[in-house]
Structure formats: structure tokens, C-alpha cells
T-cell receptor, first 111, second 112 residues
Framework: RKEVEQDPGPFNVPEGATVAFNCTYS??????FFWYRQDCRKEPKLLMS???SGNEDGRFTAQLNRASQYISLLIRDSKLSDSATYLC????????????FGSGTQLTVLP | DAGVIQSPRHEVTEMGQEVTLRCKPI?????LFWYRQTMMRGLELLIY????????DSGMPEDRFSAKMPNASFSTLKIQPSEPRDSAVYFC??????????FGNGTRLTVT
């Protein structure tokens, strides 16, 4: 089983739609969680961290469910510019462990 | 802040040749990472350094791959000899302690 699993998509949604991605992780002791965004042929960039109580940044809402070991990203009122691949990222416990990236979920927002 | 700088942006080489990828991390960042990204395997951590010292190289695929960090502002990833299956985008990334990871633009390597 992969450490971090995502539905690869693609998700094709009309402009203005609400779309949600889920991600599951296998290490129950994982400490930190993030969503990164990667545009085509570009480098990944941090979109937002995910906090235990859930957090919101404009149209983006991230939630963490430790009991079920999944995190989610909700995008409201999607824009054409939201088209990208969204990477779920987990940092397992232990100081020597570094970030583990999911393989990404591809989103295309259609006009 | 110039960000993480990688060179070259693109590299096309023939099988068997030596390839050297270069990275300059963000000043003040004491962690440096080398990742490889392919369609099949996604983003894979190859090796990372802390204060110029290699900490975990378990992701390096085989002995043909080596990485060095001679000082805080420079790192190289070398593949010798290169093979077609090494074709991928190689990213360098850096971060300070407890700060987000910043990626370079990547080097797109094609081995023919």
C-alpha cells in the first residue's frame, strides 16, 4: 500500500463549481499535512497546510480526519486558473522522516 | 529572494554519458532535497542534506546516482552512466527548519 494515496482524476468541472479531493495516508503517526499545487511543466508550490481543526484560505478549505487517516481539499467557485495537479503531502513522525508526496489529482476547470 | 536555482533547465544526452545537475538553495535554508518526478512513479525523494551532510540517500535508485553538497550554497546530482529510464524531471528543493519546502524549476532530463 502506498504511504499517500490520491485519486488521480482527472476531474473536469465547469467554472463556478465546487470540487473536493480526498487523500488517505497509511502512517497513523503522521504529524504534518499539506496540499501542494503543481501547474503543467512547473514545480510544486505550497497551497496550504492542513491543521487538525480544519482551515480555510479564501475559496480553499482543508480538513483532516485523523481517525480515518484522510485529508481533504475543497475548492469553491472554481476558476479557470485553478486548473492544475493537486498533491497531497504528509510528513510522517520521526525527525528523520521527510515529506511524502501523493501522486496528485488532476483538475481541469472548463469555461 | 531568487528562490531555488537549478541548471540546466533541459538536458538531452545519449545513453552512457555522464549527467550533472546543479542546484543553488535559498540562502539560509539548511535542508536541501533532490526529487525525481515521472508520470509512472510521481515525485520521489532521492536524497536530502542537512547542513551540507547527506542524511538519507535511501531513495537513490542505484550506484549510478551520486549527490554532493560541498557548501551551503551548492549541490550536484550526478548520473554516471546515464540510461534511458533515468529520463525524468529532477527537482531540487530547500527549506529552513520548520518552514515550507521551496522547489526549483526543475531539470528535464532526456536520455536517448
Amino acid at each position: 500500500r502506498k504511504e499517500v494515496e490520491q485519486d488521480p482524476g482527472p476531474f473536469n468541472v465547469p467554472e463556478g463549481a465546487t470540487v473536493a479531493f480526498n487523500c488517505t495516508y497509511s502512517n497513523s503517526a503522521s504529524q504534518s499535512f499539506f496540499w501542494y499545487r503543481q501547474d503543467c511543466r512547473k514545480e510544486p508550490k505550497l497551497l496550504m497546510s492542513v491543521y487538525s481543526s480544519g482551515n480555510e484560505d479564501g475559496r480553499f478549505t482543508a480538513q483532516l480526519n485523523r481517525a480515518s487517516q484522510y485529508i481533504s481539499l475543497l475548492i469553491r467557485d472554481s476558476k479557470l486558473s485553478d486548473s492544475a495537479t493537486y498533491l497531497c503531502v504528509v510528513r510522517p513522525s520521526g525527525s528523520a522522516r521527510q515529506l511524502t508526496f501523493g501522486s496528485g489529482t488532476q483538475l481541469t476547470v472548463l469555461p | 529572494d531568487a528562490g531555488v536555482i537549478q541548471s540546466p533547465r533541459h538536458e538531452v544526452t545519449e545513453m552512457g554519458q555522464e549527467v550533472t545537475l546543479r542546484c543553488k538553495p535559498i540562502s539560509g535554508h539548511d535542508y536541501l532535497f533532490w526529487y525525481r518526478q515521472t508520470m509512472m512513479r510521481g515525485l520521489e525523494l532521492l536524497i536530502y542534506f542537512n547542513n551540507n551532510v547527506p542524511i538519507d540517500d535511501s531513495g537513490m535508485p542505484e550506484d549510478r546516482f551520486s549527490a554532493k553538497m560541498p557548501n551551503a550554497s551548492f549541490s550536484t546530482l550526478k548520473i554516471q552512466p546515464s540510461e534511458p529510464r533515468d529520463s525524468a524531471v529532477y527537482f531540487c528543493a530547500s527549506r529552513a527548519n520548520n518552514s515550507p519546502l521551496h522547489f526549483g524549476n526543475g531539470t528535464r532530463l532526456t536520455v536517448t
